[in-house]
């Protein structure tokens, strides 16, 4: 019995023995190059130079940034559209300055409401001055000429700010800066971008014209 048991594990061993070889030789074993599936190019000229490279617009692509911080309102344009120069590519949320203008076009209808009232009081004053010589002290014209002209100032200074408003609502709205095509868009609506966001959100270039970079 002792016999047959030892016969039977030096089998066994020589089997173990036998698989890891063949096992061994098939991991070592190199698998065949499959065919393509597509038949590669022949080489048109019997001697070349192999250079990895890449084509790129003839002038340098245009990284496009947010001239402010905000919230992405609308993208206007997707990938290979081509663009005018000044055409709106993405629009930023307009709506603290909007709510802004309101209150800004009020304050230049008031002041420009006050501004006629103090025109037509100097108007008033000077001509009862020439029908009524002595009546009317001169200090008291002079006082209302300057309260005109304070109005004047007024009226500027609420149409300045009007302006200044309006100037950055127009700065919301990026626009094209060359003629070209949108070769990324990486932005979506209702992302937050700011002038120092790493990625930009667009690039636009002229690919009309390309050329070659290559490394050799």
Do not use: C
Not at 60 to 82: C, S
Not at 134 to 160: D, F, H, I, K, P
């Amino acid at each position: 019995m002792t016999i047959l048991f030892r016969k039977i594990s030096f089998y066994l061993a020589l089997l173990g023995i036998a698989g890891m070889v063949l096992l061994v030789v098939k991991l070592a074993a190199k698998e065949p190059m499959p065919v393509p599936p597509v038949t590669p190019p022949a080489k048109p000229f019997a001697k070349g130079l192999g250079a990895a490279g890449l084509v790129e617009a003839r002038n340098e692509n245009t990284l496009v940034g947010t001239p402010v911080a905000g919230l992405v309102a609308k993208v206007l344009v997707k990938v290979w559209d081509e663009v005018k120069i000044g055409q709106p590519l993405f629009e930023l949320d307009r709506t603290e300055l909007e709510a802004r203008l309101i209150g800004e076009r009020a304050q230049v209808a008031v002041a420009e409401a006050t501004a006629r009232m103090a025109h037509d009081q100097v108007d008033r004053l000077e001509r009862l001055a020439k029908v009524a010589s002595g009546a009317l002290a001169e200090e008291e014209l002079t006082t209302r000429r300057s309260e005109a002209a304070v109005a004047a100032a007024n009226v500027a200074l609420a149409r300045a700010a009007l302006d200044q408003t309006e100037a950055m609502l127009a700065r919301l709205t990026v626009r094209a800066p060359l003629d070209g095509t949108v070769l990324q868009v990486n932005i979506r609506a209702g992302e937050a971008i700011t002038p120092a966001s790493a990625k930009p959100p667009m690039l636009v270039g002229n690919i009309k014209e390309l050329q070659v970079r290559a490394d050799v």
